[in-house]
């Protein structure tokens, strides 16, 4: 059995996977070439991450495929429901990489509540000319500890993001359509373990409240934040988006940015991935990152053994 992990996969993958009697490749294949690769190859298993698309073509012209494996949540780059009717199993790693992703927006939040975004491209700039004029630009910092982190969308990543949250002295508030409350327990590295119960409350809510948002939301045909939702949030709020691009208004977050209901915002993904608005690459408001929410080597590590694991376990 061949495997191809078009958009790579880690070292604890592969070893697993070789150990059982598979063959993996990790070439990368151009979208345009896959179909006849996968067809002159003789793959029965294909892994992507974000970029690879598995769309009906593909899956029509390749009927030797039996697997299609997406290392990490979002599946909206592959035609889940087709796959399936068409006999395929579609497997993903939900649970692998919520806690980097957490961390990754945390970074982001404790940067921009303290201007590291800003300071870190002025320092090398003016740091030795202009010391005391970057103190003062960056003195009005704000603590995370006693604020209140609103969560929209609470599945796994939102709850990882929420006990961050709760571990920082924050306070937690949250929506999700699809649940009314969730239990996070957080592990301390002497054994020690808490436990919060958060009750989720409607968006508007969530929104009126917050101090510091995140977005933990699929990909969807509407924004989940757009005008409306911008007025109806705290002047001074920092947002931050590691979900999918697509899912707030680009153009709507500037102008909020603009008339200062947004103090600043953090972008992990973008709707015109992988070319960002230029207006939002030099926006000194915004932190920015490629995509990276899930690229931990802990996470990799974790994305590829699961993969493995499933894929054992359906071939045999």
């Known amino acids: 059995m061949k495997v191809l992990a078009n958009d790579g996969v880690s070292q604890s993958g592969i070893d697993a996977l070789e150990k059982a009697g598979y063959e993996v490749s990790t070439t990368t294949v151009a979208q ?11 793959i029965s298993v294909l892994l992507v991450r974000s ?3 598995v769309r009906k073509d593909l899956i029509d012209a390749c009927p030797n495929l039996k ?3 997406r ?9 889940v429901e087709y796959a399936r ?6 497997i993903n790693t939900p649970a692998a990489s919520s806690h980097s992703v957490a961390e990754l927006v945390f970074g982001h939040l404790y940067g921009l509540a303290r201007f ?17 004029g970057l103190k003062k630009a960056y003195a009005k910092g704000t603590e995370l500890k006693g604020k209140t982190l609103g969560v929209l969308g609470f599945g796994r990543i939102g709850q990882a993001t929420a006990k961050v949250a709760l571990g920082a002295g924050m306070k937690v508030v949250a929506f999700d359509p699809f649940m009314e409350e969730a239990n996070l327990e957080l592990e301390f590295f002497d054994g020690q373990k808490v436990n919060f119960e958060i009750k989720t409350i409607s968006k508007e809510d969530v929104l009126k409240q917050a101090d510091f948002l995140t977005l933990h939301v699929p990909a969807q045909k509407d924004y989940v934040i757009d005008e409306a939702e911008f007025n109806m949030m705290k002047d001074g709020v920092i947002i931050a988006n590691a979900a999918r691009g697509g ?19 953090a972008l992990d993904v973008f709707e015109k991935e992988p070319k960002p608005e230029m207006q939002l690459l030099m926006n000194p408001a915004l932190s920015l990152t490629p995509h990276t929410g899930a690229a931990t080597n802990e996470a990799q ?16």
């Open 32 to 42: 345009e070439q896959l179909i006849n690769y996968i067809n002159e190859n003789n």
């Open 51 to 53: 970029a690879t698309k």
């Open 67 to 69: 697997i299609i494996g």
């Open 71 to 79: 290392g990490g949540v979002g599946m909206d780059n592959i035609d």
């Open 85 to 90: 009717e068409k006999g395929l199993s579609v």
């Open 116 to 132: 590291l975004h800003n300071a870190n491209r002025e320092m090398p700039l003016e740091g030795d000319s202009n010391f005391k």
């Open 247 to 265: 899912v707030l208004n680009e153009v709507a977050l500037v102008k909020a940015i603009e008339s200062g209901k947004v103090a600043r915002a």
């Open 301 to 316: 590590d974790r994305i590829g053994a699961e993969l493995a694991t499933q894929i054992i376990s359906i071939l045999g």
